[in-house]
């Protein structure tokens, strides 16, 4: 009996399945494209093992290659949609010039406060349509409201409303109005509002006062009478002047040759707004025509007309 269990013995060490060889894996994994790593690794054991032979594990490790990169193109897509999304929803910067005049401790007057101003719910979507070109939707007084203060005007003037500190003398108030620049703020702090004016000014008939000590009213009356200003200091925001609509009853004021003039103006807004000719393109289309017709002994069909 013991004979026989030393060759049991033998026969068990004859028969043991032999230890696979170990080879090694050399790869390096790049956060930045991790596809790369997978595809060298699936070679490696498909080189070094029989896993792949079979039809079912090579499909089901085509599925999981599919998947993982359906999701990081997944996940990449919505990545850059959110990128688009904060760029488009963005906020103007605030220029130099508008900045808020920041309380001066050497100075007795109070801080100047800061004014929120509230955009009406119907003009939000038309506001975002100008945004897009570079322009905005003027307010109701064809002006544009600012952080600081904000403007109105007529084609002959432009009003200006800068709010203070409640109690504000007369005496602190410092107001520079030159033909071409405007200067106003507070006496030892900076300037609420400073700029180049968008158009010049007759100076002689411009004038500021201080109403219920609480707010500057600045009258501005413009040299040129009969255009609407884009902006008010260089370096704000311009409005859009096609969407400006001036008050009726103001057009009613006019004498004749004024309101002919402006209307004619709004006129010709309108037709260039939609493609069509203005009134004196009309006007020189109607001279031409008349001549052709007086003259049909002459050949214009080589004529250049400017």
């Known amino acids: 009996m013991a004979i026989l269990s030393d060759y049991e013995e033998d026969d068990q060490k004859q028969t043991k399945t032999p230890e696979p060889v170990k080879k090694p894996f050399n790869a390096v994994l790049d956060s930045s494209d991790p ?8 070679e490696f054991v498909a080189s070094e093992t029989d896993l792949f032979k079979t039809d079912s594990v090579v499909k089901d490790v085509n599925g999981l290659v599919r998947t993982v990169k359906e999701k990081l193109d997944a996940d990449e897509r919505k990545r850059k949609e959110k990128a688009v999304s904060a760029a488009s929803n963005g906020a103007t910067s605030v220029k130099p010039g508008n900045k808020r005049a920041k309380e001066d401790s050497s100075s007795s007057l109070p801080a100047q406060p800061a004014v929120s101003v509230k955009e009406p719910e119907d003009k939000k979507e038309e506001s975002n349509d100008d945004n897009k070109k570079g322009l905005r939707a003027p307010n109701k007084g064809n002006g544009l ?33 030159k033909k071409n620049h405007l200067k106003v703020g507070l006496k030892g702090q900076p300037p609420i509002l400073e700029g180049d004016l968008y158009k010049s000014v007759k100076v002689d008939d411009c004038f500021w006062s201080l109403e219920d000590q609480k707010s500057v009213s600045i009258l ?60 004196d393109e009309m006007q020189k289309q109607d001279i031409l025509k008349k001549f052709m017709a007086e003259h049909p002994e002459m050949d214009f069909s080589r004529a250049k007309i400017n």
Not at 35 to 42: G, K, S, V
Not at 145 to 172: A, C, H
Not at 238 to 243: A, G, L, P
């Open 145 to 177: 409201d600012m952080e600081n203060y904000s403007w109105i005007q007529s084609l002959q003037e432009v009003t200006i409303n800068i709010p203070v500190p409640p109690g504000t003398k007369s005496r602190f108030i410092s107001c520079e109005i």
């Open 35 to 42: 596809l790369r790593f997978l595809q060298t690794a699936f």
């Open 220 to 279: 501005l009356t413009k040299q040129d009478q009969m255009e609407w200003w884009k902006f008010l200091v260089k370096g704000e925001p311009e409005i859009d002047t096609q969407k400006v609509e001036p008050e009726n009853s103001k057009l009613a004021d006019l004498d004749p040759e004024t309101r002919s003039t402006v209307e004619k103006m709004m006129f010709d807004q309108r037709q260039k707004q939609m493609g069509l000719p203005t009134s």
